[in-house]
């Protein structure tokens, strides 16, 4: 059935629309004191093909510091399936992609863009621009801050969004597009038992971000099985191929999902979704060289049975790093060696089904997970010397929800 959201209503309304006017000033009525503020998105009536979830936009809670509670605040209902979003570092803005792709007659999704009230939260819409290809999965923004870059999953695209001073977006300077030869559906490094497969009909790419430097653009192509490495203009807002590793192939059939650097930047952690592996790799930050050196599971030997992993995330402190496995509905978590490489520490229940990306607070004391099917946001409490996650018992029902984004008011 279609949805009734048109192009227009995604266009053209309020950003505040659907938010009781008790809940706005409740909102402004807030002791002035600083507040850590999380946004919450994920995919709503108004999705991609067979991915519309049971979301109303963009949820805005508050957060307890003694215990990770979440408390609602108020929905921005004016944006369709946000199913992914980042903060600047300067926490002005706020930008979001609509996993769509029907946004204009060339079947592309789009970026909304909003500014950001460090006092109370509150998000204005700025603009709304066409993401470059269908169905975007992942943005960031340059480290330059420049560039908003978004990974096109149906696409198979990067897009390159100019930011202007007022923080809108303006129409991309470049849209690159990925060919290769077709690759398995699986991986042969499988989990036992798994027969959960990824799209590997063509070019998919799931994420694009600068390493640490700002030198190079890394983007994910879950359907090529490979890992592009560029250089970006910043005059002209152009991605150039990398001169030495223009794209390293990673196992065939992995489908490369997300990556993480470490703080150093010479350290960088490959996902695979397809058969729920981290490759850690050596990453030169002068030439934008790859070089594997350790592939591990993100599952125990004992586990059998279907798993996709999904988000991939390293502590403040660098020493440990957590994975998210989809149908597993597991968090593994390993303890990172001097020399970059991983030891699975724990496997533990998410408590919760289909868990999506997962976030640090800004204090780093909690750990946040998505649960897309279950409707709902759990936490962790995070021992910092050990990595070890405590469960909070503290569920925040949100529909389908996929991506989080925090910020302390001022």
Known sequence: MKS???????I????????????????????????????????TQHGPPGGAGNGQGISVFEMNPDNGSLSALMTYVDIASPSFFVISADSRFLYALSEIDDFNDNHEGCVTSFSVNRKSGELTKINVMRSGGAVP???????????????????????ILPIKPDGSLGDPTDVVKNTGPRMPDRASDNPPGNF????????????????????FVLACDAGLDRVYVWTLDLHTGRLVPNAKMPFITMTPGS??????????????????????????????????????????????????????????????????????????????????????????VDEIWMHADYGRSMMFDPSGSFLFCANQRSDSVTSFRVNAATGELQFTWNFTPVGSPTTFAFMNTI
């Open 4 to 10: 009734n959201l048109t192009r227009r209503a995604v």
């Open 12 to 43: 053209a309304g309020l950003a505040m629309a659907g938010v009781p006017a008790v809940t706005r000033r409740a909102l402004a009525e807030l002791p002035q004191r600083s507040r850590t503020i999380c946004y919450i998105g994920g995919y």
């Open 137 to 159: 999965a992942h943005l960031s923004i340059h480290h330059s801050g420049k560039y908003v870059m978004v990974a096109n999953y149906m696409g198979g695209s990067v897009g």
């Open 196 to 215: 959960a497969i990824s799209d590997h009909s063509g070019s998919h790419v799931h994420m694009v971000a600068s390493d640490p430097s700002g030198r």
């Open 255 to 344: 489908a490369p999902r997300h990556f993480a650097f470490n703080e150093k930047g010479n350290m960088i952690y490959i996902l695979g979704e397809q058969d729920s592996k981290v490759v850690a790799a050596a990453f030169n930050a002068q030439t934008g060289e790859i070089v594997p050196q350790q592939t591990v599971s993100t599952v125990t030997p004992h586990f059998r049975g279907s798993t996709l992993a999904a988000g991939i995330l390293l502590s403040p402190n660098g020493r440990y790093l957590y994975v998210s496995n989809r149908l597993g509905d597991s968090l593994a978590s390993f303890h990172v060696n001097d020399d970059g490489t991983l030891n699975l």
